[in-house]
């Protein structure tokens, strides 16, 4: 993709006139941008948001130390959380392709509630439920959980997709060869399956790494949260614009990063499935866009 | 058990308000996003080079951008900015801003799916592009929209419960106002698990029924 589409389902190739017009349209679009960026830029000047006070703390090495403690706490909540989200979404897919009624039923059960409780309501049990019995577990693992048992179950559906996706041929040659349910499933399906669905893996990690945020609202001090702390001081003037700016800026460009990881990825898969043989599609499932 | 039904029956007002403000999140940003989103996505597939390098910077922005961070954004650095408007006001547009960024793609990639050969057929017989768009592409594109829109709707229902983490009244915020009650929390979460299965469960039905009429053929 990229660069000027040759032609598409809604235009032809524009002729002069067309041109003229596109050309046209496209420099008031471009002012009416520009505009609106200018309108922006207007209210932070005719606010002071430019004033060297308000950002003059981001210079601090101990203003700098407590960004980068939360960017790490960020990373660490966002990593734990994926190391057990992944084995939990594989042992949930297999319940789920079980063939025995005992393990399907409760694997599907789990599967299906934890996707659709709201994800802050699952973190809010972690943290809460435990308060009324007495005890309390810290913030990192409120979140943690959370977040595995929501991405979990996500990524337990991917799992999923993707290996009933493996063409029929592939488990019924490995039948034949004499294998058994589980070497048919981890020798053949599974392989193939990750490997058509590693870039809906990857986003679906992206998205875990985005929901660490929440991890604000019960008090975690991860990225947000800091800069919520180095926003409020109030002999700086109230600088939560340019913190956040600067928050935003990290956890796009982590995000873009992964999500750059994951069209490689993609391209990569595409280009090596050289044969006719299926070209697993991913399947359009409305999870598969999930992570919203 | 009675315990249990207690916390719902005293409080229940408590509870009707607490969804009802979720259902006007969900619906003020329901629309919005669909509106927005619709013409973003208009924009990803014009032929105007600006518009599309727009609607693509604001895509990849807002995606790769926390929900949560919308709305500190929003709520607590607007204000700096001398733009007062209330918490709700705020999270319907945290809300709205960071679906339709989602609603734009799906639009996009819905518009992509009909062949190249459909439109250039339609304007062979001499259609104009609004009537290309309103009777060929528009009418085959929805049905690779509505089930993800479906999923996308789903999710930002579920989203509304981050307001509550901004002083925004709706459902995540009411065990918290039964905690200061002297509640515990444990029986307000379920409940409030319960209400939201109830409204999301219709929602996933309907997604899975669409899917499935609609997913053999393509």
């Known amino acids: ?292 | 058990m009675g315990e249990f039904l207690r916390v719902f029956s005293d409080n229940r007002s408590i509870f009707v308000d607490g969804f009802l403000t979720t259902i006007q999140l969900f619906a003020l940003a329901g629309v919005g996003c669909l509106v927005v989103g619709t013409l973003l996505g208009a924009m990803r597939v014009s032929p105007i080079p600006a518009l599309r390098a727009f609607g693509a910077f604001y895509v990849n922005m807002i995606r790769n951008t926390p929900l949560t961070l919308v709305f500190a954004f929003l709520i607590f650095g607007t204000p700096k900015l001398n733009v007062n408007l209330s918490f709700f006001t705020f999270a319907s547009i945290a809300l709205l801003a960071y679906t339709s960024a989602f609603v734009c793609e799906v639009v996009r990639s819905g518009i992509n799916t009909v062949p190249v050969g459909q439109g250039e057929a339609a304007r062979a017989l001499g259609m104009t592009f609004t009537q290309v768009l309103s009777l060929i592409v528009l009418p085959q594109a929805f049905r690779s929209i509505t089930p993800p829109l479906i999923s996308i709707l789903n999710a930002l229902l579920k989203n509304t419960t981050v307001a509550a983490g901004f002083a925004v009244g709706e459902a995540g915020a009411i065990q918290d106002i039964l905690s200061e009650l002297g509640e515990k929390r444990t029986p307000t979460l379920l409940w409030i698990t319960i209400c939201f299965l109830g409204l999301v469960l219709p929602l996933i039905v309907a997604q899975r029924a669409l899917e499935r009429r609609w997913g053999g053929n393509r």
């Open chain 1, 1 to 292: 993709m990229g660069g000027q589409p040759v032609t598409s389902v809604l235009y032809d190739m524009p002729g002069p006139r067309a041109r003229r017009r596109n050309r046209a349209i496209s420099v008031g679009a471009s002012l009416l941008i520009l505009a609106l960026v200018a309108y922006v830029l207007w209210r932070f000047e005719a606010t002071g948001q430019f004033e060297a006070l308000r950002w003059k703390q981001l210079t601090l090495p101990a203003v700098q130390r407590e960004l980068r403690d939360g960017l790490l706490a960020t990373l660490k909540a966002g990593g734990l959380a994926a190391a057990l989200a992944l084995p939990f979404g594989v042992i949930a897919a297999a319940g789920r392709l079980s063939d025995h009624r005992l393990l399907r039923w409760p694997a599907t059960a789990i599967v299906e509630l934890f996707r659709a409780i709201p994800l802050l309501i699952l973190i809010f049990f972690f943290y809460y439920v435990p308060l009324d019995y007495g005890t309390s577990i810290p913030t990192l693992w409120a979140l943690v959980l959370g977040l595995t048992l929501y991405n979990g179950a996500v990524l337990a559906e991917i799992f999923r997709a993707g290996i009933v996706s493996v063409a029929k041929g592939q488990s019924e040659a490995a039948y034949a060869l004499g294998m058994r349910k589980g070497q048919v499933t981890t020798l053949i399906l599974l392989p193939q399956a990750v490997r058509a669905m590693l870039p809906t893996i990857v986003s679906q990690l992206v998205v875990l790494l985005k929901d660490t945020a929440l991890g604000f609202i019960i008090t975690y001090p991860e990225l947000l949260y800091v800069g919520k702390q180095i926003g409020g001081r109030a002999v700086y003037g109230f600088p939560y614009i340019p913190t956040y700016l600067v928050v935003a800026a990290a956890y796009i460009s982590m995000n873009t990063v992964l999500s750059l990881a994951a069209n490689r990825l993609e391209r990569r898969t595409r280009r090596s499935f050289k044969t006719t043989a299926d070209v697993v599609p991913p399947p359009q499932t409305g999870d598969a866009v999930g992570g919203v």
